[in-house]
Every structure is written in C-alpha cells, then in structure tokens.
C-alpha cells in the first residue's frame, strides 16, 4: 500500500506543554435557523415516543431541519450546502428522518446592519435509486428513489469534489459515500480498512449480525407504514438474545455440526433494549422453563411464546415489575394478563400439553388465560388455511380414522388433499411429547364445540375458520367469567408456513415447491379473518419475510412479527438466515443479512459514534482525508485517526496522521484543509450550555504520513468578543454579550473564508441539546457565525 504525503504537524513547537490562552476571535456576522423549522417530508420521530423534549413533543408533522454537520461551498457566492445531522441520535430512533442536504443563504446581521436570518433556498435528499446500498436500507421495499435515512447512515462530513459530485463520510460503518450532485448515490459504500487491508467496523456496522435486526425490521415497517399498518413485532429463537449469557444457544450457533461447513458464532444476537427502542415489541419463542421465563422477564421482553401455557401464566402471575417485592404486577382485577403489558402466548395451543394446532390444544391455552393464541397454517388443495405446522401430514401425530397404516413413508402434502379429506381421513391425535394427553375428558368444550361443528372428530385437522369460531364459542360457553372475558379478546397469531429455499427435504421434494406462495398464503388468512370478523384481532407470523409484505399490501388491519432463527441445513429445514446457493438468505424477501458475522470474530474496533466525523478534501480534489471522531476501541491513546483516500483508485492508502486529543478533548467536530499543508480542526468536550466548557478551533499544517501531530490554538469558542452586539437572545440565554460564545455540546462546522475569517455553525441536535437557552430550557438554534480571527492564519 502506497505511503501518501501527509501528516500534521505543530506550526510553532508546542508538543512539550499547554499552549498559552489565545487572545479571543470576534463576532463580524451573525446568522440563525430557528429550532422549529421544518421542511417538506413525512412525519418523523416517531420511536420517540410522546414524551415532551424541551417542551416539543414528538413525532413531529414534517422534517425538522436540523443543525449543520457539515459546510461545503455552493455553486451560488453567498450560498452553502449544509449537511443536516443524522436525525435523533441513535440508529434506533432515525428510520423517519431523511438525510438531506440544504441550500443556505445566510443573511448576516453585520456591523452595517443586516437581518441575522438563515434562509433555507433548497434541499436534495440523500437516495439509491440504483440500488447500489447492499444491505437492508429503511425504504427497500418502499419507492423507487430508495431515499436514505439516519437509520441507514450517519453522514457527519461532507466534500464537494471538482467534478460537482459529493463525498460524505459516515460513522455507521464507517462508510465513504459517493453521491452526484442530486444525492444520488453514484456507487456501493465505501467501507474503512486499515494499512493491511483488514475491515475497521462500528458496533452499527450493517456487515455484523448485532446490527442487522433493526435494519431489517426497519425495512418492514416502512413498508407496513406505507400500506397503512402498524408497526410489526419482532420474534426471534429466546436463544438468539443477547442475554449476556455467551453459552445460551450454544448448540445451535458455537457448535455447529460436522460437515456442515459451517463456522462458530456469537449466539448474543438481538439486543432488546435496541430493538424497543426502535419502536419494534420483542416476543421470543420458545421458552418451557421456569428460570428462563424469569430470565427474559428480567431482560424486559415484551411477552413470550410457550409450549406449556400453564406454566408461563404461573411465573408471569408471579413476576415483580415494580421492584416491590409484590408479584402480580402483570395482572389485571380479575387475574388475567394484562396483555398491554405484556403478551402471553400459547405455541400451537399448547404443544407440551396437548396435540398440537387441535381445538383442545386450543382450549388448554385458552383456559390458561394466554393473551395470544400462536397457531401454523398450509392451505389444502382447495383453497382453506388449516392449523398445522409441517406442510405434511405427520404420523407422529396423524393417524388415519379408517385403521390403515400411515407411516412417515406414506406422508402426504396437505396442499394435495381438500379440507373434506383431510378431515376426515385424519385424526391428528397422536402424543409426540411426554406430557401430552388426548383424553377427550380434559377438552369439554373442544367436543361440544366439535359435534356442534359437525367435526368427525375433536382431534380433527381445524381449519383457521373454525379455530376462530371454537374461540367465540368458548366465550359463551366458558363458566368463568374472567376465561370467558379473555376469549373475547384473545388475539390470534397466525404463521404461513413457507420455505423458500430449494433444496429438498427427506421426502425428495423441493421444499419450495411443498406449499402455496405468499401471495395466495396471505389472501386465503385475510379473507378468512374478515369473513369470521376477526380481522382487529389477527397477526400474521412468518419466518418468510415475502409473506408479511404480502400481508400488509393486502390489509392494514392486521400485525405483522417478523420470526427469525437460525436452523441450518443439513440438520434442519435452513430457516432462516442461513444463505442458500451462494447468496443471501432466501427467506428475508431479498434482503442480505450477513450470516454467522459476528462481533466475536470481528470486533469493532471503531467506536459507536466515533467514524468519519471530520473529512477534509485536497485542493487538487485527488485526496480525501476522513478523520475518527474518537480514538479506536481499546486503543491507551488519546488519539484520532487521519486515513487517506486516493479519489481516483477508491483505495485506501493508510493512515495519514494521528491527532493527539487535548487533555479535556472528548471528540472532533470538523476537519478542513485551507491549503496544500495547512489545515484547521475543531475540538471539543461534552459539555453545553457551560462557559468553561472546552471547545477549540486548532491550526494544523501537513507533513510526512503517520506521524503523531500537533497543533496550534486558533479560536476559544467559548471565549469570543461581540462588539457590535450581533447576537440577540433572550433572558436567561448563556453566552450572549461583550464576551461571546458558542457553548452548543456540538460545534461541527468550520468553514475557511479567507485567512483571517471562517465560518462556524452548531449541529442544535433538535430537540434535545440546549446550550444557548438555558433560562427558558428552549432547544437550541442553528447558529451560523462569521468569525475574524486574532491572527491571520499560517503567521
């Protein structure tokens, strides 16, 4: 890898001990963006909740533009391209915030007047309508433009190349973007490596499993929102949860078997909290003991999906939300589950208990107070959703009503017999584990409600219609009233089972080719639901992400829970993010998802937030320098990488300085090159709102590669003059008169004029960060400021 001309380095020696105070800048001009200013776009914030921030409340009606992360120069004099921050904060909280670039003019309120205004003259949103973005973004399913949001990547830097093309840096990855003019993305993301090639990621890196749930459910309740619905749920295998607990799921994810070809991975998976706080519920399957119920209770899971309803209702009956020693918490007057707290599910009835998907397994849930019934469907020959979780007919629990054998060898696909045939050729009373019993005498109301159905048997195959009547019949029939009351709202969670992959099962058929598509899956669930008028009370499951799409094209009215597990061929049916044929996983509608990359094997060592926060750009446009924003993870140094990018091979060519952070130095906000050498840098801590604070504009000047740099005081940002009083505010405002300040926790602009004025601008964070407007506890401004320098730069 070639070695490039760059390092930087101290203008006048000052690497042996603190810099002397830099006499303060002044104020020449004056400019703000309002914080409740919003451009054209949807509605955003909503996984913020209704929580007020700073007296706002989201989510909010349009998009809020929000404070700089970046300044670049415009084709127009006077005029700017500001590049909006990334949205709320976290990957989780973004998906509805667009990323976008603003045309700004700002009329500066100077020394000879002025209206102190920032008039926004036009925006571009960020987009890949080519499809060049290879993992899940938030609109892959949505529109055509594909627009990018600050759940897709956290654009901090911006660089307006020769060509009028953009580069942006990003700290999810961290990722180098190539956009045109109109924020089109021109080719794929650009990941970071290191001089040996090697991959630099970010604990949001989209190439790591941790990161890849959110991503994906994004994508689906994009979709779900755009068709009108709610947002889905997200239910993975309990195992895969990262429950701080390295062995849980061991068997299925670090001992994977012989010749299976596959390698050891991480089973700490999907983080609950992450994934609440991207607004999605978190329902785990399939949990039957007692400890690990408590477990996942104490985790904050959002319900549960059992194979013994019994004992789930008895650990969730005794829980303690509040901390007060009392169980019950989770209950309502009459003992049933409060299912706004949390949702208590029977897995196809009840499976350790009873057949399961039978009207007693059924009522054995039911009587067990579940908030959710989960059943499996396949359609029949004509047309109507049965209960059943293989596609066969299984003899392990079918036997044929007329006596003749049936035997795994004579196992038949129900897509090949009628509902007629089905039922009354089978029963499907057969016990497959050790505590299941079909003694009609512990289901009353499953053969009441069979005989009056005209069922051959109680242990007949149900189709979905009727599960949804043996429900009402329950209701009415039911002599306890507090199970009466809850089978009138139970809710039921229906799964389409669908394999797309193309291998074949046991039986040599092609597992693709076993079922119904998703489509016809989707419509047959749907109509049977509206027709039974149980439609408000449907979700629909499936590990078969088409399906759900499907589903919510079709209604609105209906949950949508994504499943998701890891049961691999050979010694499993592949379901669900194992790739298949040399490409990505076939079960997540096209989506990729990185399979078995995990965090044990490639750590990150770019911190959360810590990427492409600076990025400075050559004069001759040949060169990008994307600098960290914090020192990499585990690193004894306090200091920040400078990586060089030669524009024209796309390479990366090795580290071009390291950044010595000053010793109150939490992070850079910007880095910009004034010159073939010199450069400025801005730093600063986490504080706002505090005049004692540490935030810095540094002069840097360009040498040999790799070299730890140092560098000289240019501008206390919180120690300014205004002479002409250029900065109006308001009563209790903090940094506001003869001394001036910038005392935002942000500060990620600087932009050079001339060699003694730049520009400077705050990213306001809206609506959480207040540094200006302490008395009034208001969200911050945009504030965009023309500075005079105390020394004109490179003396």
Known sequence: MRRTALTLVLVAGLAGGPAAAE????????????????????????????????????????????????????????????????????????????????????????????????????????????????????HAFCCAARPLTGADFDVESLQRAPDGTLWLGDEFGPFL????????????????????????????????????????????????????????????????????????????????????????????LFDVKSLQRAGYRVVPYTVNDAPRIKALLALGVDGIISDDPELLYRVVAEHDADGDGQGGDLLTADGSIDAARFDAQGHRGGRNLRPENTLPAMELALDALMTTLECDTVLTADGVPVLSHETYLPAQQFRRADGAPYTAADELLIRGLTLEQVQRTFVGDGLRRPRQTNDLAASPLAVAFAEAEGLPHPYAIPSLAQLFRFVRYYAEHEADPARAANARRVRFNVETKINPRSDRDDHGRVRRERGSGPEACAQALLRVAEAEGMLARLDVQSFDLRSLLAVQRGSATPGTILLVGDYPVPMDDGTNLQPEGGRTTPWLGGLRWPYRATLQDHPARVRSSGGFEGMALSPDGATLYPMLEQPLTGSSARELLVFSFDVATRRFTGVAAR?????????????????????????????????????????????????????????????????????????????????????????????????T???????????????????????????????????????
Not at 703 to 711: D, F, H, I
Not at 770 to 793: C, F, K, M
Request: charged residues 20%; hydrophobic residues 35%; aromatic residues 6%.
């Open 23 to 138: 006499p303060p800048g002044t104020l020449r001009g004056f400019a703000k963006l309002p914080a409740d200013s919003f451009g054209p776009g949807p509605s955003c914030g909503h996984a913020l909740g209704t929580t007020p921030f700073h007296g706002r409340t989201p989510p909010f009606a349009s998009q809020p533009i929000q404070g700089v992360s970046a300044l670049a120069p415009s084709d127009t004099p006077g005029t700017y391209l500001a590049l909006s921050d990334n949205g709320f904060g976290t990957l989780e909280t973004s998906a509805d915030y667009l990323l976008r670039i603003y045309t700004v003019r700002p009329r500066f309120k100077t020394q000879a007047g002025g209206e102190g205004t920032l008039e926004v003259r036009g925006a571009l949103t960020l987009s890949d309508p080519h499809g060049h973005v290879p993992f899940p973004i938030v």
């Open 757 to 795: 004025r730049v520009l400077i601008a705050n990213d306001n964070n809206y609506p959480f960060s207040v540094g200006r407007h302490l008395g009034s506890d208001a969200p911050d401004d945009t504030e965009l400021v023309e500075l005079e320098l105390p020394r004109a730069l490179g003396e």
């Open 659 to 755: 950044y010595p952070l000053d010793p109150r130095g939490k992070a850079i906000g910007s880095f910009q090159l004034i010159g073939p050498r010199r450069g400025l840098v801005l730093e600063r801590d986490d504080s706002q709102g505090d005049l004692a604070g540490f935030k810095r504009l540094f002069e840097v000047e360009l040498g040999a590669p790799g070299e730890l740099l140092t560098k000289r005081p240019l501008l206390d940002l919180l120690d300014l003059r205004d002479p002409d009083g250029l900065a109006a505010g308001e009563e209790g405002d903090v940094g506001l008169g003869e001394r001036f300040a910038l005392p935002f926790v942000t500060i990620e602009s600087v932009l050079y004029l001339s060699p």
């Open 177 to 268: 973007l190539h956009a045109d003019a109109n924020g089109a993305l021109l080719e794929p993301p650009i990941p970071l490596v290191d001089a040996d090639g090697a991959r630099l990621r970010s604990p949001q890196s989209p190439d790591l499993e941790e990161a890849s749930a959110v991503r994906v459910m994004n994508a689906l309740w994009s979709h779900a929102r755009r068709c009108g619905g709610s947002r889905p749920v997200f239910s993975p295998a309990h195992v895969l949860l990262a429950d701080g607990d390295p062995t849980t799921g061991a068997e299925h994810r670090q001992a994977p078997p012989p010749g299976s070809g596959l390698r050891p991975a991480s089973s700490e």
